[in-house]
């Protein structure tokens, strides 16, 4: 066909009734398509501001409950700024004096800080932070955008606070932020540095945080409210309308379309097809369509059936009239048509119909699956979270350094204590070889060198720290699923005070069994220069001494002290300086100075005493560090001096100068002994004479000795020592039973026959304690040491004793057993005194601690729990609430009910008390029993779901007088109920909540017995 004929150009177009083809062919898109494009336009911008609004409103909640949630944070750290400053402060001044300066206890920022970096944890992932440009402690340096929200409160002080969604590290958080300004009551720690306290300056410098005013910015607080999850839900739900909003819309779309296709234009396109079979077309055209009659669809071929009608209408309107009939008779058929293709757009619409609600059935089911599998999952990823916290609480909970390396010795984690012994932050330490930090060394443990073949280690290394310190390391490996090695585990054991207190016992016992050995020298030796060579040998030998040597003070002019006797590293050590007793260089050392003040004289660090410059480098050259002289004197006779070096520096305690002391009396005594006995030997030669020297040495010996006849124990002879000893006459102990003397027990008669059971076998004993009973019922600790007589046959004849009164030693350690007692009773009143502070916050629990406490005594004396363990009860619980102390007073007080976050707030009080008291020593579980006591049976409870006998009695005591107690008495949000209501409460719950054993008590003591709690603790039951 010719183009321009179908155009409109041929010259018999532009004439008659073919001018509206013109105009039908400038349209560009049908009035389906533009039917289509409008409609869909409208719903879509229906949908969008549908979904935007629901965003809005969504973020808008969001902003507020975010707001409403900082301001709990902020009010619950102003409560424990507030307690710190108004209550403990203060009493840490009055404790303690205005120059000690504890920031755990006394900083306000610091405690504040500190609560709230255990409160994160705890509550989602909340962030609280206090900080300053310059501040004290680098930690709290304000960061970028810290910085820039204290420039904006510069340059607006008008502004109180600024709050607002940010990008905090990629989490969209609400932040809020409030400045700081110093008040005259923070001008202590940060005006001028001499009015600060001194303990503030030891820990902090006096270069950062002073020369600040009143009034003047000190920085801000931030609070971050976690809300990147719930913008996502929010954004997610917004688009979840929208997508369900338009596919809706959609399908209406399409329906009106296909409904608007069939209804309007098909009938249009049969209208319009009647007008152009009405048509008269051009000659040429005719001719054409004749030819081939496809070509009268391309000649007609237009968009808008709209434009093509009104053209065509304006066209025919003249042959209307003329048609009117022919009209009529299409118009009886396209009705017919039309109520065909009503019909069948009635069954597409109803399978139309049919189709979209199974969609919506699958859509619904779809979408309650994701939900459960989304609480699945993030039910999995809670319990991951909280074993894996449990965990790190634990590993950081020990007091103990641990440390955990790879293969290459580096560190991979450490606990706070090995943090805190290295010195360095732990990110610091990572990746570091532990043997160059702590504790350093040259290369790794040994038990570090064969692994992983061997990756544990029973019996552990030890390490001596360069200061003294003694560590044992014991290690363990840590194997993968498949078996090969991964990490190992160090943990350091601090054996320094064990140590030191095995080295005190073992130079005690030390010092007696020189004590105990002289007194044997003394019995049997009669030689005088024996007598001292062997106790400057028993010194040596037993004592453990480097040297030891007697020296006689002469009476010639220079006043010399000659040696006389010596034994162990001597090496000409007396003759390479000569010693005096004058008042010269010579005269002033220990040797010369005991002499002539007639008392014991030590030097415990010849290095730096300047008296003993003389000796110094000769001592020094045979390895003495300090040296102890006695003086040998017996009333006004004086001899000379005991002169004893050690290896070691500070050698001589107290307790070892006095037993030392006693062994030179002794010994001075032995010499005046000997020397009596020389001269009567020198009289009288026989044995009558040798037998009363000798006598006269028993009975004048500074220890007690009895002679004793074997069989029965009989008391044959005793010296004046044991009779002062017993406080007995002599004849009230000859011829009477060594065993009258020992009082029932244990440590008395028991052990007496226990001991001379094995005596009589031929064995002897040294140094064994028990207790005596004297004439006047006094109870003393005496040192036995007894040796067997034989006669020619062989047989034990009798038995020759010493004692020793140990009553003063005895008393020295229980001392120091009553001072650990006392003070662990002064560390039970300062927690149960911190324990009534906190009950003065909240005037409707004050008493309640103590009340619960009586009852659940009570409860376990009705069991029949031992004293001992009651004790520990009661203990646990009169502080079991002790973790309220972190609870802001608002909330304890509150009369209303309390939201979900500050129900959960509340509930963090267990762990919090756990957290304050599991480093106190108690003989008793008192830390579970505070962490425990809202722990029910079948596991419902809190913190940590425990079960069955996994909570310990006393917790289950504590949680049935607890809601006894709380049931029947005031609180804020209800009064007290009657005592019915707590026993039905926990008779019903009995066996799910409650033990049915302590049910059982409790019920028997308030309805068999009358329990009343004491008036002392205020109110009582109601009803």
Known sequence: MNDKLIAGQNPENDQGKSTWLRRMLQDSLSVQSKFFLVTGLILLLNCLGTALIIY???????????????????????????????????????????????????????????????????????????????????????????????????????????????????????????????????????????????????????????????????????????????????????????????????????????????????????????????????????????????????????????????AAAHSMAASLRQKKEQLHRYNQELEQRVEERTSALQKSEQALREARDNLEVRVRQRTAELEQANVELEESRRRIEMAHRDWNDAFDAIQDPIFIHDRNHRIVHANPAYVQRAGLPLEELRGRTYYEIFPKLSQPLPSCRDFPEKLAQESGDEVTLPQGEVLVSRSFGIRRADGSYRHSIHILEDLTELRRFALELQRLNRSLRTISRGNEALVRVTDELELLNEICQILVETGGYQMAWVGYAEADPAQTVKPMAYAGREDGFLQAVPTTWADEPHGRGPTGAAIVRRQAVASRDLQNDTDFAPWRDEALERGYASVIALPLFDGDELYGALSIYAAEPNAFDTHEVVLLSELADDLAFGIHMLRIRAEREAAVRDLAASEARFQELFEHAPAGYLLLRLHDGTIIQVNEAAIRMLGYQRGELVDRSLFALFPPGVNGLARAESLFGLFSQGEQLRDQELQVRRKNG??????????????????????????????????????????????????????????????????????????????????????????????????????????????????????????????????????????????????????????????????????????????????????????????????????????????????????????????????????????????????????
């Open 56 to 310: 809005k409103a969504e973020k808008r909640q969001l902003v507020e409950r975010a707001f409403g949630q900082s301001e709990l944070v902020m009010a619950a750290v102003e409560a424990s700024r507030a307690y710190v400053r108004e209550e403990l402060r203060p009493v840490m001044y009055r404790r303690f004096g205005p120059d000690i300066f504890l920031p755990e206890a006394m900083s306000t920022s610091y405690v504040g800080r500190s609560v709230m970096e255990r409160f994160a944890p705890l509550v989602d992932d909340y962030d609280y932070r206090r900080v300053a440009i310059n501040a004290r402690n680098p930690h709290y340096e304000a960061g970028e955008l810290e910085r820039r929200m204290i420039a904006y409160f510069v340059e607006h002080p008008e502004q109180t606070e600024w709050r607002g969604l940010l990008q905090v590290n990629g989490k969209d958080k609400f932040k809020r932020f409030r400045p700081v300004y110093f008040e005259e009551e923070c001008l202590l720690c940060h005006g001028r540095p001499e009015h600060a306290p001194p303990g503030l300056i030891e820990i902090y410098g006096d270069r950062l945080g002073f020369g600040r005013t009143a009034g003047e910015l000190a920085g801000l607080v931030a609070v971050g409210v976690p809300v990147a999850a719930t913008l996502v839900e929010a954004r997610q739900k917004a688009t979840l309308i929208f997508v369900v909003v338009a596919g809706g819309l959609a399908l209406v779309l399409l329906a009106l379309n296909f409904f608007f296709h069939h209804m309007v234009v098909t009938n249009l396109r049969g209208i319009l097809e009647i007008f152009r079979d009405q048509e008269e077309l051009p000659q040429g055209v005719k001719e054409q369509i004749v030819a081939d009659p496809g070509q009268k669809r391309k000649f007609f071929q237009h968009q808008d059936e709209l434009a093509e009608l009104t």
């Open 778 to 1023: 006094e109870t003393i600790w005496i040192s036995l040491t007894a040796q067997p007589v034989f006669d020619k046959a062989g047989r034990i004849v009798e038995c020759r004793a010493s004692i020793l009164d140990i009553s003063k030693r005895k008393e020295a350690e229980q001392g120091r057993q009553q001072l650990t007692e006392r003070l662990q009773r002064s560390l039970v009143q300062t927690i149960q005194a911190i324990a009534t502070t906190i009950e003065k916050r909240d005037p409707y629990t004050a008493g309640h601690q103590q009340r619960v406490a009586e009852l659940a005594v009570a409860i376990a004396q009705e069991m029949g729990l031992d004293e001992q363990r009651i004790e520990g009860l009661r203990l646990g619980a009169m502080i079991h609430d002790i973790g309220k102390i972190y609870v802001p007073a608002e909330l304890l007080n509150r009369p209303g009910e309390l939201d979900e976050l500050e129900f959960r707030f509340i509930r963090t009080h267990p762990e919090v008390g756990h957290e304050i008291i599991k480093g106190v020593d108690f003989p008793w579980p008192v830390a579970e029993m505070v962490v425990q006591h809202h722990e029910w049976l079948d596991g419902s409870g809190y913190p940590n779901n425990l079960r069955g006998d996994e909570i310990v009695l006393e917790a289950r005591i504590i949680a049935v007088a607890d809601v006894v107690e709380a049931i029947t008495n005031h609180r804020p949000y209800r009064p007290a109920l009657q005592l019915e209501k707590a026993i039905q409460e926990i008779r019903e719950h009995e066996g799910r909540r409650y033990d049915p054993a302590v049910v059982a008590a409790c019920v028997r003591l308030f309805q068999e017995k009358g329990f009343q709690w004491s008036k002392v603790w205020g109110a009582g039951p109601a009803g």
